[in-house]
């Protein structure tokens, strides 16, 4: 797929530009970004991006060729390219610990597809066990007591994201969900080797209010970055956002926009004040300040919090809001679920592009930490093109769902 193509995915009539990958932005660093693979070289293929596999085959052994990469060895044998994890792991001691690249050539061990394998053991007679005598020996003098144990293994990063959210993040999606397979990827590329555990808690309010900063959780999203070094004045709850939680580099951008019925005249209207007056209902956990920069605010209009986007749109279609406030992608998949495609719309005219980070608390040191090797492994993936694969095969289904 093409640049142009992939850009072509998210442009309509109703909102030119949705679905773009982030830029560099002042309040979160200079990110270089780019959509052109990385070219074969040295006689080695890209891991995670690239061309088609040969044809392979779970429980059995496979050579790679130049371009293959894991997910696609993974799709063809176990029809499932997350399941590329399984065939690193087993080939950890051939690939290496820098799991940008496999070489060409090399033979991997592709394991059975863990929903079929039969976990068969069979059962061996003990042979006869020899005892031969031997003199008594003295007993071992008890170990001093201030030997020091093992230490532990490493406590995995725990990561909470939630449902309802899609393309971004839902347990129904491929991956969880485009920002789930971003996420998960820019570990691996950070590291194969970190341990963490990934949840969903469809309360997005409580992420912020109590899993974070109680340490039951150590990193969270999809979230907006408010506008923390802007003039322009923040909600309580967005300043907070600013003051208790460290946003990772953008993982995606996307166009916030502003649905209405068809026949309400507000998809036509050219500048916020024709919002005034109206209930807007913007989901529980989605920053406000799209609303506040706009200067859409109490008195003005009348916020209300849906449970998530379906339940803003549920209320636009029973008449109890005017004007649903969300990103483009989630709005038009929860429209399309909800069967109100011929009689909701995006307002072409009104919209603000924002990004989608991971956060951290900021007290939470390791946490922190975490969000430096997420950035890691985000950059690779622009550099290899992994990020490109990723998004656009998202939106790709994202498109045939709808």
Request: with cysteine; aromatic share 8%; glycine share 8%.
């Amino acid at each position: 797929m093409t640049r142009n193509e992939y850009q072509g995915l998210r442009t309509s009539a109703g909102h030119q530009g949705a679905g773009r990958r982030p830029g560099s932005r002042a309040d979160t660093g200079a990110t270089i970004m780019t959509f052109a693979r990385t070219l074969l070289c040295g006689g080695t293929a890209l891991l995670l991006s690239g061309a088609a596999a040969q044809a392979q085959e779970a429980c059995s052994t496979y050579k790679v060729a130049a371009g293959d990469n894991l997910r696609f060895i993974a799709r063809a044998a176990y029809g499932n390219p997350d399941l590329y994890r399984l065939i690193y792991d087993a080939n950890v001691a051939i690939i290496g610990a820098k799991a940008d690249l496999i070489e060409v050539g090399t033979t991997l061990s592709i394991p059975c597809d863990p929903k079929t394998a039969a976990a068969v053991v069979p059962e061996t007679s003990a042979a006869p066990e020899s005892v031969t005598p031997v003199a008594a020996t003295p007993e071992a003098a008890p170990a001093d007591a201030k030997t020091i144990a093992a230490a532990p293994a490493p406590k995995p990063i725990a990561i909470v994201t939630g449902n309802g959210y899609a393309p971004f993040a839902d347990e129904t999606l491929p991956g969880g969900g485009m920002m789930t397979q971003l996420v998960e990827m820019a570990i691996f590329r950070a590291d194969p080797g970190i341990a963490y555990n990934l949840s969903f808690v469809n309360d997005w309010q409580a992420h912020i209010d109590a899993l974070l900063p109680s340490g039951a959780y150590d990193l969270s999203f999809p979230w907006i970055r408010p506008d923390c070094e802007g003039s322009n004045m923040l909600s309580p709850g967005d300043q907070a956002r600013c003051n208790d939680f460290v946003f990772s580099q953008p993982f995606y951008e996307i166009v916030d926009g502003f649905f209405a019925t068809r026949d309400s005249g507000l998809m036509s209207v050219t500048s916020y004040a024709g919002f005034e007056g109206k209930r807007i209902c913007r989901p529980e956990g989605y920053t406000t300040g799209v609303l506040d920069a706009a200067g859409l605010t109490a008195p003005r209009i009348t916020l209300l919090r849906g449970s998530d986007a379906k339940d803003c749109f549920r209320a636009l279609a029973a008449g109890e809001a005017d004007v649903v406030s969300v990103d483009a992608e989630v709005g038009d998949a929860a429209i399309a679920k909800l069967g109100l495609i011929s009689t909701v719309g995006q307002n072409p005219q009104l919209s603000t592009i924002v990004s989608l980070h991971v956060i951290a608390y900021k007290s939470n040191a390791r946490a922190v930490a975490m969000l430096a090797e997420l950035d890691k492994g985000l950059m690779e993936m622009y550099q290899t093109g992994e990020w490109y694969d990723i998004v656009s095969s998202a939106l790709a289904l994202q498109r045939q769902r709808q």
